[in-house]
Nanobody, 125 residues
Framework: QVQLVESGGGLVQAGGSLRLSCAAS????????MGWYRQAPGKQRELLAT???????NYSDSVKGRFTISRDNAKNTVYLQMDSLKPEDTAVYYC???????????????????WGQGTQVTVSP
C-alpha cells in the first residue's frame, strides 16, 4: 500500500507565497517522477511541474518563473514553492508520483501512479 499525503494549502493574498508538501509512504522501492497538478472549478486537471529522481524539472508555461518544484528523496517528499500568486492560481492542488513497489511474492517490482488527496489553494485579489 502506498499513500501520498499533501499539506500546505490555504488562503493567501495576491502576490503572496505558499509552500505545498507531499509525502509518500508505504511499500516503496523507488519513486521515479513526482509532480504537481491543479484543478479549478469547471476546468480540466492541469499539469504544473514535474521532478525526476535526479532533480531534473519541468514546468508549464502558466507557472514557470513563479513556482519551484523540489524533492527530498530521503524523505520521499516533493514540494511546490509558489510565489507571486495570482487569483487565477486558485484551485485544488494534487501531487502525483510514479512509484515502484515490491510485489507480494517478493520476485520483482510493480509500478503504479498514485495521487494525493488534494489541497485547496485560494488566492484573493
Amino acid at each position: 500500500q502506498v499513500q501520498l499525503v499533501e499539506s500546505g494549502g490555504g488562503l493567501v493574498q495576491a502576490g503572496g507565497s505558499l509552500r505545498l508538501s507531499c509525502a509518500a509512504s508505504g511499500s516503496i522501492f523507488k519513486i521515479s517522477i513526482m509532480g504537481w497538478y491543479r484543478q479549478a472549478p469547471g476546468k480540466q486537471r492541469e499539469l504544473l511541474a514535474t521532478a525526476t529522481s535526479d532533480a531534473s524539472t519541468n514546468y508549464s508555461d502558466s507557472v514557470k518563473g513563479r513556482f519551484t518544484i523540489s524533492r527530498d528523496n530521503a524523505k520521499n517528499t516533493v514540494y511546490l514553492q509558489m510565489d507571486s500568486l495570482k487569483p487565477e492560481d486558485t484551485a485544488v492542488y494534487y501531487c502525483n508520483a510514479h512509484i515502484f513497489s515490491p510485489t507480494t511474492n517478493g520476485l520483482g517490482y510493480a509500478a503504479g501512479d498514485y495521487w494525493g488527496q488534494g489541497t485547496q489553494v485560494t488566492v484573493s485579489p
